[in-house]
């Protein structure tokens, strides 16, 4: 007998390493996930990672250049602001608000939407006029200013920027699962559990619900970037995380007034948001292609 064992059969792989191994041969998405990775390590890992405290203030050091040496030790690599403090340790600290906000409004607008997709999909009726006229409304409304509105009402804060994005945020999975439950509400697996005698929730959990995940899960990685935009909008309007706490929105508008004298200070900032928007879309653009079978031959 050959002690080399027989490859194993394309069908014995699951659908979910197939599509994974798809992901790995992307070679753009694969190092975009990898820089988002090094995002979520430097925001997790932020008091270990960042050279100096991101809430020390010394006017001596007002808008004090970028320098990679001072005095034979290391200076402050990208500068400092208008009251002296480090922009590199305060962008490090910037990344835990961004991702932190970007995380809980996608989960907690996903899980939301998921919830109210079915719902509309499978119930249908009056339900479904509800949960859709509803959603309609909400995208009548440009995304921003919607913020802003309930922002202005409820006060600035990390809690109420969470809570006013995932006012409008869950629409978006809302209606993904809604289309994905119609088309396969009157498949033969879900007559087959239906005939079987089981629950409408039943059905709706178990039987409709994991075979739409794969669309839902990759429009919430896509959406997580728009989240991230909107809270460094409210952020720069002021309506955000509020100092001293590190944001990049903050620090972008910080700098507004030195842009000539000391482009370092906003800059610096915007180029963050722009490489974690950009690696975001990317990786998420590899997932869609990868996962979503809409995209397969």
Known sequence: MSAVSDPVPAAAVSPFRRNLSSFKENRLALGSALVLLVFVIMAVFAPWIAPQDPYETDL???LQPPAWMEGGEWGYLLGCDA????????IIYGARISIFIGTVVVIAATMIGIMAGLAAGYLRGWVDVVISRLVD????????????GLMAMMGP??????????YKEWVIPCRVVRGETLAVRELEYVEAARALGASRFHIMIREIMPNVLSAVLVVATIRM???IIL?????????????????????????????????WVSTFPGLAILLLVLVINVASQGLRDAFDPRFHE
């Open 60 to 62: 001596f050091r007002r």
């Open 83 to 90: 009251l002296g403090r480090d922009i590199l340790s305060r």
């Open 137 to 148: 409304i909400l995208l009548g409304f440009p995304y921003l200013i919607f913020a802003i």
């Open 157 to 166: 804060g990390l809690f109420n920027i969470v809570l006013a994005l995932v």
């Open 225 to 227: 970037a728009d989240v």
């Open 231 to 263: 809270e460094a909008s409210l952020s720069f309007l002021g309506l955000g995380v509020q100092p001293p706490t590190a944001s990049w929105g903050s620090m972008v508008a910080d700098g507004r007034a030195f842009i000539l004298e000391a482009w």
